[in-house]
Structure formats: structure tokens, C-alpha cells
């Protein structure tokens, strides 16, 4: 194996136990303020310590940890600040993904949307089965910022659904909310298929928005300090 194909291996892993690491994060398995140590990583995820590194170096451009002198690196928490400026970020996109599936919007596309919502209802009626709740909410996501046509909000979308994946997974526990979530969904898909332009962005902002009030209320306790 030559030294191109060497640095890809390493590079290719280190993205593999990057998204394991930050899932564990996101997910709450690790505190704020409990430390990451390279050792034990490296024997939880059978790897060699070079990819912990790279991944470590990764995770702490994106705010999930820092580094301290004499304590090592550690786990940092959301603030109240972090998720509201998620959220309003999420609240602005999301709209925006909504008035341009209501514009470009194929026929195959709209019908996929209203597939997945009627899914949705289906897992509903049947006593709501957590995972596939989530799973087709992001499937109902997905399906329209796909829609949209935007090749940019599409790149946008990965990155927040991972900061908000655990607080949706919890959202959805609640049958009301859940119930909430699918009424949500339907005037979403309703207004995208009447090609209502405004009324589709406005849906989709009252559906974050009101994501985010259930967080807020329900998840106080979970936050650090800003």
C-alpha cells in the first residue's frame, strides 16, 4: 500500500470513529464536563490512537469538546443559547426548504412526502413505535429539503438534525406531542402540494418553532451554563 492509500485508510476511519464519537455526544451518553481519555476509546472502538486524534482534533472545531491544560479534554455541554439559535437557524431553513418545494416540487416528490406522513400516521395508530417515528421524521425532512432543489439547504440539513437527533428522539416519546408532530406534517405536505408558497413556509416555521417550545419546556435541566 502506497502513502496515498495509507493516509485515505487513516482519514476514512478517523470520519468512521468521528460519527461514532459525536453520535455518543449528541446522544448523552457522555456528561458535560466528563473527559474523553484516548486510551480508552481507542480499546472501546478497536482502533489505534491515530484516528482518536484526528477525530478528537475534528470534534473540538465543532464545539462538542475542548481541551483544558492539567485536566485533558472534556465533554462540552449545550447552553439554553445553543439549542434557541439551533432552532431559530432550523426554523429560518426549514421554512425556506418549504416555499421552494411549494415552487419545484415534482409530482413524484410531493407524493413521497404524503407516502411518508401517511406512514407516519400509520406507526401513529399503532401505539407509535419510537424509531420509526424518528426514522420518518427525518425521511418527512429529507423529502422536502430534496424537494426544494437546493443542492446548499441539502448540505445544511445533516448537521443540525445531529444537534437536535436526541432532542427529537425524546419529543417523540410523548404521544401527544408525537400526535402534535403528525398534524404538523400533514398541513406541511398540504400546503407544498397545493403549491401554497407562503402558507408552506409559514407550516414549516410553526412546526420547528413549536419543536422547540416542547424542548425548552420538557429539557431545562439538561442545560450548562451559557
Known amino acids: 500500500m502506497n502513502n496515498f492509500d495509507e493516509n485515505y485508510e487513516v482519514v476514512s476511519l478517523s470520519a468512521k470513529v468521528f460519527k461514532s464519537i459525536e453520535r455518543d455526544i449528541l446522544g448523552g451518553k ?37 481541551t483544558i491544560p492539567n485536566k485533558g479534554t472534556i465533554v462540552v455541554g449545550f447552553s439554553r443559547r445553543d ?13 425556506l426548504a418549504a416555499r421552494w418545494a411549494a415552487v419545484n416540487a ?30 420518518l421524521d427525518d425521511q418527512f425532512h429529507d423529502a422536502v429539503y430534496s424537494a426544494s432543489h437546493s443542492r446548499i439547504l441539502n448540505h445544511t440539513l445533516p448537521s443540525l438534525h445531529r444537534y437536535l437527533s436526541k432532542a427529537r428522539e425524546r419529543s417523540l416519546q410523548s404521544e401527544e406531542r408525537a400526535a402534535v408532530v403528525l398534524e404538523e406534517h400533514k398541513r406541511i405536505f398540504e400546503e407544498i402540494s397545493a403549491r ?7 407550516a414549516a416555521c410553526e412546526h420547528i418553532s413549536n419543536g422547540k417550545n416542547n424542548f425548552l419546556k420538557n429539557m431545562t435541566g439538561m442545560f450548562v451554563e451559557d
Open 106 to 135: 415534482t409530482d413524484a416528490e410531493i407524493k413521497k412526502i404524503g407516502d411518508i406522513v401517511a406512514l407516519y400516521e400509520f406507526y401513529i395508530n399503532r401505539g407509535g413505535d419510537l424509531e420509526k417515528l424518528v426514522s
Open 30 to 66: 457522555y456528561d458535560p464536563g466528563e473527559a474523553l481519555v484516548e486510551t480508552k476509546l481507542s480499546a472501546a472502538l478497536g482502533v489505534s490512537r491515530t484516528p482518536i486524534r484526528e477525530a478528537m482534533r475534528r470534534l473540538e472545531l465543532e464545539g462538542l469538546i475542548k
Open 83 to 95: 439549542i434557541e439559535d439551533i432552532y431559530m437557524i432550523r426554523t429560518e431553513i426549514d421554512g
Open 196 to 202: 401554497r408558497v407562503e402558507e408552506a413556509e409559514k
